[in-house]
């Protein structure tokens, strides 16, 4: 059985940090393509950022800079370190997977992704 579970979520102030994870099992972890989204009540679920098979990774405009995607594979853990935080960054935040190898993983939208985890609520208070 497939199974993405985040977790770190939480309140904070504009400028502050969290690291959120995602524990991954049930599916080719290593030959996966995994990304985190964010989406807020009305609108479109928006990519966040994504890493491929290689390490390689993507982030929107929005968050370059101030998040990092990474993965333990050891853990099939995958994660993101959001930094100087900004209210805008307020959202449900879901951790996603399918299985591809290499660097089309980069261009991957939403329909492209099998697996997906129920989310971690991030609010960013000004």
Not at 46 to 65: L, M, N, Q
């Amino acid at each position: 059985q497939v199974q993405l579970v985040e977790s770190g979520g939480g309140s904070v102030q504009a400028g502050g940090s969290l690291r959120l994870s995602c524990a991954a099992s049930g599916f080719g972890y290593y030959t996966s393509c995994m990304a985190w989204f964010r989406q807020v009540p009305g609108r479109e679920r928006e990519g966040v950022a994504v890493i491929d098979t290689d390490g390689r990774t993507f982030y929107v405009d929005s968050v370059k800079g101030r998040f990092t995607i990474s993965k333990d594979s050891a853990k099939h853990t995958l994660y993101l370190q959001m930094n100087t935080l900004k209210p805008e960054d307020t959202a449900m935040y879901h951790c996603a997977a399918v299985p591809l190898v290499g660097g089309r993983c980069l261009n991957a939208v939403v329909a492209d992704f099998r697996y997906w985890g129920q989310g971690t609520q991030v609010t960013v208070s000004s």
